[in-house]
């Protein structure tokens, strides 16, 4: 019977271990650009081979990655290892914290999707973009720039629910997905099995890092008197949740806001009842919609908390990069006025608002109650002062060439844009302000 040794077997793909050496580099708008051809983003698909495919795309990610922890700690924070005090040769989970979570009133403890790595908010806003908005940099920067005083301004807490995997060898914290993509013995070979010895202590799996970052970090600043507001991506913001709700008499007490990022409305099943309370009240959920953003989406019975619509149509990963900016001033509202509780939407009966078939004013009517909201001044409670996302800014030097298609972004036409800022300026409304529609 013919068969193949081992040695006859084609070779492991060998790639360069930098960004040019794949033919690549990030120009002066902060794109990462093809060197032969200035005008192309990354190309992922580059082979009908999978391993290959994934084996060139981990080194591209671990040159973003180099690069986003390098931003990261020129903008103010420190690369720590959890457990606490673990020596970097030892199994740990490297998070990014604040030089001022000492000193710092308040904090944001951010918790991102298990797929990203540490730092990284959206890979293809990376890639299609520019390196600054795909990451964490921009976000911290408005935080650094928010307050001159270390005390009044934000600490920050960024978990790491993706690198979980221990590398022995390499001694480093990897994700599932740069795991797959580890060097094998040929072409052909099955990928590398992890193992018990490959989990860390403690941070075997998402909930238990995040449930170990509230208990280590997190406990120890609401003891002292720190409020903590509270950002989690999809299964990241499922984690967070069903802590708090078995663990709520632990946290209430420094527990201030929560914004969470999901697909769609879902059954929470929480059991706690003050938990459940200070959920409606204090937190808000952004859900794939194509309605502007900001406009209330039903969701409330059914999630237990006002949901919104994030004007995205399919990738959670863009919210958080181009709508951090309310979610600050939402914050900062709340930090502003403590007694602040959000009201459920009112939703008018939809055949009085959308008349019969061939009415001719429907288009209207629909307008109408989009924009049926409180008009306040802009940047009441602007959070850095520009209380305007980047995200509705755009690149005055971009001409657009290298844009994903709008229906693969879930960009609209420049009128839906113009929809959103509107509702966006009207989402915040100051102290003492009731809106007749009660949309906020």
Sequence with gaps: MFRY???????????????????????????????????????????????LVEMRREVMDRQIRHEADH??????????????????????????????????????????????????????I?????????????????????????????????????????????????????????????????????????????????????????KDIILPMINRGCKVDIIGVDDGALNIIGILDANWATYKMGSNAMVMLTY??????????????????????YVLFSDPFGAPIRGRDTM???????HEDHAI????????????????MIEHCPEFENEPPRFPDLPEIMGTWGDENTEDNKEELRQEVVQVEENVFAFGGDGVDDGDQG?????????????????????EQGQSSNITNSHVVPCGVVSDSSHW
Excluded at 94 to 109: A, G, M
Excluded at 269 to 280: I, K
Excluded at 304 to 310: D, F, L, M, Q
Aim: hydrophobic fraction near 30%; charge should be negative.
């Design 5 to 51: 040794k081992i040695e006859h077997l084609p070779g492991e793909h060998h790639f360069p271990a930098d960004m040019e050496g794949l033919g690549y580099k990030i120009n002066e708008k902060d794109q990462i650009r093809m060197i032969k051809y200035p005008d192309q983003p990354f190309h992922y698909k580059s082979s009908t081979d999978e391993h």
């Design 304 to 310: 237990g908390c006002n949901v919104y619509s994030a």
């Design 126 to 214: 990376v890639g299609t973009e520019t390196v600054a908005k795909g990451t964490m940099q921009k976000f911290v920067e408005s935080l650094q720039n928010s307050e001159k005083d270390p005390v009044k301004r934000h600490g920050l807490v960024i978990a790491n629910p993706g690198q979980l995997l221990w590398h022995r060898r390499a001694k480093v914290a990897l994700s599932y997905r740069s795991w797959h993509a580890l060097p094998r013995r040929n072409a052909v070979a099955p990928g590398i099995v992890h193992t018990k010895k490959n989990y860390i202590r403690g941070h075997e799996n998402a909930t238990e890092h995040i449930e170990s970052l509230l």
């Design 71 to 124: 931003r990261l700690e020129s903008a103010g924070l420190d690369k720590i290892t959890v457990p606490l005090n673990t020596p970097v040769t030892d199994p740990h989970v490297p998070i990014f914290v604040s030089k001022n979570l000492d000193v710092c009133e308040r904090v944001i403890f951010f918790v991102g999707e298990a797929k990203q790595d540490l730092g990284i908010l959206s890979g293809r």
């Design 264 to 285: 769609s409305p879902i059954d929470l099943g929480l059991t706690d009842p003050n938990f459940r309370d200070w959920f409606g009240k204090r937190a808000r959920a």
């Design 395 to 415: 690149d005055a030097n971009d001409d657009g060439d290298d844009r994903v298609d709008d229906n693969e972004n879930g960009q609209g036409t420049e009128e």
């Design 317 to 332: 990963e863009s919210i958080m990069p181009n709508r951090y900016q309310t979610f600050l001033n939402y914050f900062s």
